[in-house]
Structures are given as structure tokens and as C-alpha cells.
Nanobody
Framework: VQLQASGGGLVQAGGSLRLSCAVS????????MGWFRQAPGKEREFVAS????????YVVDSLKGRFTISRDNAKNTVYLQMNSLKPEDTAVYYC????????????????WGQGTQVTVSS
């Protein structure tokens, strides 16, 4: 499975971005997806996850109301809609895939994308 994240960029505080993660390879397998982020000098942290069917999602409490995760299995793509962005959201955002149930744990994901930079200016 190969993951390609895109959609990052430079945005002013209060703006929005939608990240995409295109999945290729063994797309016939059932896999949950997650978004994580890593700011300079900090550990990679969980942002959101979604089940294979898309009917189960979770966004970390601190980002609820601003971030939304979704997926379109017909397009083999997962999205992260980010609204009301803040400078503290600046980070490299990674998408990841795992077989089975969705998870918040970095170590449980089997495949990772290359990351896309999100920079929010004040």
C-alpha cells in the first residue's frame, strides 16, 4: 500500500485547508486510516482516524469542531478538512493506514505517507 498526501501549504490564521491522502496498491483490502502531525522538535501526534467504511470517525478532542476526517473509497482517498486554522496547527501532516480497526496509536499503523507541510501564519 502506498500513500500520497497532498494539499498542504501556507495559510493565514482563520483560513482553511483540505488535505488529501491518495491510496494505491492493495486498495481492495479493508484498512482504517489516520492523520497525524508533527511539529518541529515535537513528537508525532494523533489528529483523526476513520474506519474502512467511513461510519466510524474520531478527531482528537482539542481539534473537534475545527477538523473533520472523511473518505471516498471509490476514489481511494481520505480527506482532512481543517477550518479556523491557528498558528499552533503548523506541522507536517501525515496520513497512515492500518488493517483492522482504527486507532490513535502511531505504532499500530502499517503504512505511512510522506507528509505534507501545513504552515499557518499569524
Amino acid at each position: 500500500v502506498q500513500l500520497q498526501a497532498s494539499g498542504g501549504g501556507l495559510v493565514q490564521a482563520g483560513g482553511s485547508l483540505r488535505l488529501s491522502c491518495a491510496v494505491s496498491g492493495r486498495t481492495s483490502s479493508n484498512y482504517a486510516m489516520g492523520w497525524f502531525r508533527q511539529a518541529p522538535g515535537k513528537e508525532r501526534e494523533f489528529v483523526a482516524s476513520i474506519s474502512w467504511s467511513g461510519d466510524s470517525t474520531y478527531v482528537v478532542d482539542s481539534l473537534k469542531g475545527r477538523f473533520t476526517i472523511s473518505r471516498d473509497n471509490a476514489k481511494n482517498t481520505v480527506y482532512l478538512q481543517m477550518n479556523s486554522l491557528k498558528p499552533e496547527d503548523t506541522a507536517v501532516y501525515y496520513c497512515a493506514a492500518k488493517y483492522g480497526r482504527r486507532s490513535m496509536r502511531v505504532g499500530e499503523y502499517d503504512y505511512w505517507g510522506q507528509g505534507t507541510q501545513v504552515t499557518v501564519s499569524s
